[in-house]
T-cell receptor
Framework: GENVEQHPSTLSVQEGDSAVIKCTYSDSASNYFPWYKQELGKRPQLIIDIRSNVGEKKDQRIAVTLNKTAKHFSLHITETQPEDSAVYFC???????????FGAGTTVTVRA | SAVISQKPSRDICQRGTSLTIQCQVDSQVTMMFWYRQQPGQSLTLIATANQGSEATYESGFVIDKFPISRPNLTFSTLTVSNLSPEDSSIYLC???????????FGPGTRLLVL
């Protein structure tokens, strides 16, 4: 099955700085890569996703890049704010299969 | 997106008993899933809840321990049977609305087994 590795496990950044989280996947058939944000005691919320037919996608301060050849994808958060503090999970699946394999998560702390 | 509710939101159970968790969606959805999130851990897929047929279980999860029902396109239940402290986790249902590719999660059920 699919194996998704995520690094780092924790990330502390100064408010206004950028945060980068990296994930690798093992199954070359995977072609859908969502990112979820989970605040303490809350459900995971989708923040951005990317399909394998594109290399980059942006949504305001958030961007995701995908390197299919290397089988890795990254989340970039610019101009971090205290409300960005949360656990972030990457995931991978085969589109139309929908079974998500999650990374271990990254706890992001934004220092004011 | 879909509005998803789960009942109960939390429960404390004695070992050896069972807990049934309900997942209700405000619209018909094609795909429904059940995930487990152990304390401080990531999410692991338990099974796909198939409407009108037996659920499809992932490796390491069996029907006797996690029976699932899905009588229609808006509702599913997950039962965690013969509880042990190791079953203490958050159980989340998720759905993929028919006109989308995005997967949305329910609020989760926090289970503590004593």
């Amino acid at each position: 099955g699919e194996n998704v590795e995520q690094h780092p496990s924790t990330l502390s950044v100064q408010e206004g700085d950028s945060a980068v989280i990296k994930c690798t996947y093992s199954d070359s058939a995977s072609n859908y890569f969502p990112w979820y944000k989970q605040e303490l005691g809350k459900r995971p919320q989708l923040i951005i996703d990317i399909r394998s037919n594109v290399g980059e996608k942006k949504d305001q301060r958030i961007a995701v890049t995908l390197n299919k050849t290397a089988k890795h994808f990254s989340l970039h958060i610019t101009e971090t704010q205290p409300e960005d503090s949360a656990v972030y999970f990457c995931a991978a699946s085969i589109l139309n299969d929908y079974k998500l394999s999650f990374g271990a998560g990254t706890t992001v702390t934004v220092r004011a | 997106s879909a509005v998803i509710s789960q009942k109960p939101s939390r429960d404390i159970c004695q070992r050896g008993t069972s807990l049934t968790i309900q997942c209700q969606v405000d619209s018909q959805v094609t795909m429904m899933f059940w995930y487990r999130q152990q304390p401080g851990q990531s999410l692991t897929l338990i099974a796909t809840a198939n409407q009108g047929s037996e659920a499809t279980y992932e490796s390491g999860f069996v029907i006797d321990k996690f029976p699932i029902s899905r009588p229609n396109l808006t509702f599913s239940t997950l039962t965690v049977s013969n509880l042990s402290p190791e079953d203490s986790s958050i159980y989340l249902c998720s759905v993929v609305p028919g006109d989308q590719e995005t997967q949305y999660f329910g609020p989760g059920t926090r289970l503590l087994v004593l």
